[in-house]
């Protein structure tokens, strides 16, 4: 079984990157759709908010997208009806979605595909969740896997350091692991291979450099997420790379970056008053820098991971990366890689060779 895996994706109009072709191999393409599907613009109250027409459904289809994620902190921009109008609309385009649904039950029983006769159940989860945007048994929104916060200060470096944000302490849930846990084994019991989405992680420009580029709760999360059962953990929302993981026979993508954001259905909503963070800085150097992934999962063992680097346009359209570039981010995702296990190497070809099973 051959898996592409993108990261976020807002296809507001037809595309037409250079890059668009690598969806259109053999397996299933999976893409994080980081957007409702919805003609109507009612904006929460948030800082950021996005919306799409609902005809994205068939660009995403003729893009050769099998399956999405839905569960991410855009995914009720516009209210439970966003939310709504975005399901309705991929089930008429005939993509499948995981991570959204009328209950939690719903939002947390993901989807199942044939692929090349084996049996694929992918479920997708949120760690960045706005305020009632999880399901619950009797309301719309995503599956949620909460994570608890602290600050950590230390008085000496304070007063030598005065500015220097605190430490932030970060701890998932544990009745939520637990309840994703159980969700992950019942569908290894019954299918061949299980991918989680997982929507996680800081963006870099709210992020202190001393304190990333992953937060506190992300890898012992991954890993049991993998311990679990799951064969392969991709995660989205910081727009940019990460590092990949390989642990207990399964691979974590820490981060699979932005693949398709056209920006023109972001919005800043009237009335709300945030505080002050350069959040412009986000639409800088490393949002532009992001890969395709290549999954093989038909070898025994560990699946086997390959890298396409791809560069977004202006306009937020995938390229293909220039040979200076694809050197560039291969050496990025390299040095991140090895922070986890110093003998991870990404040969010139983009394979990932890891030093550990």
């Known amino acids: 079984m051959k898996l592409v895996v993108v990261g976020d994706t807002v296809p507001a109009e037809a595309p037409n990157g250079s890059a668009?072709?690598?969806?259109?191999?053999?397996?299933?393409?999976?893409?994080?759709?980081?957007?409702?599907?919805?003609?109507?613009?009612?904006?929460?109250?948030?800082?950021?908010?996005?919306?799409a027409p609902i005809t994205t459904a068939r660009h995403l289809r003729d893009l050769g997208v099998d399956v999405v994620s839905v569960a991410n902190?855009?995914?009720?921009?516009?209210?439970?009806d966003g939310?709504?109008?975005?399901?309705?609309?991929?089930?008429?385009?005939?993509?499948?979605?995981?991570?959204?649904?009328r209950t939690l039950g719903e939002a947390d029983a993901g989807t199942v595909l044939d692929a090349g006769g084996e049996r694929l159940t992918v479920l997708s989860f949120c760690s960045t969740l706005p305020p009632g945007a999880n399901a619950?048994?009797?309301?719309?929104?995503?599956?949620?896997?909460?994570?608890?916060q602290s600050f950590a200060f230390d008085g000496t470096t304070m007063q030598e350091q005065p500015g220097t944000p605190p430490y932030i302490r970060?701890?998932?849930?544990?009745?939520?692991v637990r309840r994703v846990e159980a969700r992950i084994r019942a569908a290894r019991a019954a299918s061949d291979r299980v991918v989680v989405c997982l929507h996680w992680g800081v963006p870099w420009c709210y992020l202190p450099e001393n304190q990333g580029p992953l937060a506190e709760y992300q890898q012992p999360l991954g890993r049991r997420l993998i311990d679990a059962g799951a064969d392969v953990v991709v995660g989205t929302h910081p727009h940019?790379?990460?590092?990949?993981?390989?642990?207990?026979?399964?691979l974590i993508l820490y981060s699979a970056g932005n693949f398709l954001f056209h920006t023109t259905g972001i919005g800043k909503p009237e009335l709300y008053f945030g505080l002050p963070y350069q959040g412009s800085r986000l639409f800088s150097g490393p949002w532009f820098d992001s890969a395709v992934f290549e999954i093989d999962l038909a070898r025994p063992g560990a699946p086997e991971l390959r890298l396409t680097p791809i560069a977004l346009d202006r306009s937020g359209?995938?390229?293909?990366?220039?040979?200076?570039?694809?050197?560039?981010?291969?050496?990025?995702?390299?040095?991140?890689?090895?922070?986890?296990?110093?003998?991870?190497?990404?040969?010139?070809?983009?394979?990932?060779?890891?030093?550990?099973?």
Request: proline letters at 8%; glycine letters at 8%.
């Open 83 to 101: 939310l709504l109008s975005t399901i309705s609309a991929l089930d008429e385009a005939g993509v499948r979605h995981a991570g959204g649904g």
């Open 136 to 148: 619950t048994s009797t309301r719309p929104g995503i599956a949620p896997l909460r994570v608890d």
């Open 317 to 357: 359209e995938p390229q293909r990366a220039d040979e200076e570039t694809t050197a560039r981010l291969l050496r990025t995702v390299e040095t991140y890689s090895r922070d986890i296990d110093p003998a991870v190497r990404v040969q010139p070809d983009g394979l990932v060779v890891f030093g550990r099973p």
């Open 20 to 51: 668009l072709p690598l969806l259109a191999r053999d397996g299933v393409t999976l893409a994080n759709l980081e957007t409702p599907l919805y003609d109507h613009d009612r904006p929460e109250e948030k800082e950021v908010t996005v919306r």
């Open 170 to 176: 970060t701890t998932a849930q544990e009745t939520d």
């Open 73 to 80: 902190n855009h995914a009720l921009d516009h209210g439970a």
């Open 240 to 250: 940019c790379l990460h590092p990949v993981e390989q642990w207990n026979g399964g």
